[in-house]
């Protein structure tokens, strides 16, 4: 039998959607499916998701959309673990395979499989990188990112747990206000929330990257950047330019770029009939002043973005 001609070679199509396009996050995902696109040489990547992280709406239109034109598969990180559940459903009825990254869907039985952060585990280590950064001792802000986002929440509960299980001297001022999903909206809300407890805050944790950048904003306006010790999740050039500046005091840093590659790679292994793990972890790390020109966190710091 004669091999196959490039012409003959099955291609794939896939729609690869995350939560929102602006946040260099998704950019880094964006550039790892396409590296895993580039190397494979038979998957076409279809890039599209909402702009703003709030659009439930607008990203179960794209999911639709994606369905109608019968990609081969689907890889989405679902903005609300609920409100996806039925678009993923529709997904499943067209035989179209669905893959989840970033953040899981609530009913993962009908997922190809979840790629990811371990988010509890990058919770916990934040909280241990603030308590330490305090000297085990002193109040703390966390602020909440939006309702139905699972990857947070789990970050949230993280944070929560490894304060109240590693540092008893250390008191949650408040933990229940929600700083919205834009820079703006968390510069609000901290600025708010700062105002609040000037005379009592110790130590803030933001638990995504638009978060933390309004966050710092908020800590810069208030005259309190680097006298309140702040650990972020997830970085941009100024929560890095502002770690080199001693405003920051920790990052808790995911591998989005591997993300990205690593979705592409297992859903056109089950594609082509491989059996692949359910859960697939990216890893957590925590980039600090003292580590952060190693090599290593150099490269989690500044990923590469698909431009």
């Known amino acids: 039998m004669d091999p196959a001609t490039p012409s003959e070679i099955k291609k ?6 995350p939560k929102g396009t602006t946040h260099e996050f998704w950019k880094s995902v964006h550039a790892g ?26 990203q179960i239109s794209v999911v639709q959309d994606f369905v109608t034109k019968k990609v081969d598969g689907i890889i989405l990180a679902p903005l609300d673990k609920q409100a996806l ?25 009908l997922i190809v499989s979840y ?15 603030l308590g330490e950064s305090l000297g085990g001792k002193g109040n703390v802000v966390m602020l909440r990112y939006n309702t139905g986002s699972e990857s947070t929440e789990q ?31 968390s510069l609000d809300k901290a600025t708010q ?43 941009n050039q100024e ?15 995911q591998d989005p770029v591997t993300m990205g590659y690593e979705s592409v790679k297992r859903l056109v292994a089950h594609l082509k009939g491989e059996k692949i793990e359910k859960r697939v972890g990216t890893g957590e790390y925590v980039a600090t002043p003292e580590n952060m020109t190693t090599p290593e966190m150099d490269k989690l710091l500044k990923p590469q973005q698909f431009e």
Request: hydrophobic content about 45%; aromatic content about 6%; some cysteine.
């Open 193 to 235: 929330v700062l105002t609040k407890y000037k005379s009592e805050v110790n130590g803030i944790f933001a638990v995504c990257e638009p978060n933390a950048a309004g966050v710092l904003r908020a800590l810069e306006q208030s005259e309190l950047a680097g006298k309140v010790k702040f650990v972020a999740f997830d970085p």
């Open 239 to 253: 929560l890095i330019q502002g770690m080199a500046d001693g405003k920051v005091h920790g990052i808790v840093l």
């Open 12 to 17: 794939f199509t896939f729609a690869v959607i």
């Open 155 to 185: 970050r949230e509960e993280g944070f929560l747990d490894a304060i109240k299980t590693g540092f008893p001297n250390i008191k949650v001022l408040s933990s229940s206000e929600y700083a919205g999903t834009t820079p703006e909206s």
């Open 33 to 58: 499916a396409e590296n895993a696109a580039k190397e494979l040489g038979d998957v076409k990547i279809l890039w599209k998701g909402p702009l703003l992280e709030n659009d439930r709406d607008g």
């Open 85 to 109: 559940v039925d678009a993923v459903k529709d997904a499943q009825a067209a035989n179209i395979p669905v893959l989840i990254f970033d953040s899981a869907l609530q009913d993962e039985s």
């Open 115 to 129: 790629v990811a952060t371990d988010n509890l585990k990058g919770g916990q280590l934040a909280g241990r990188r």
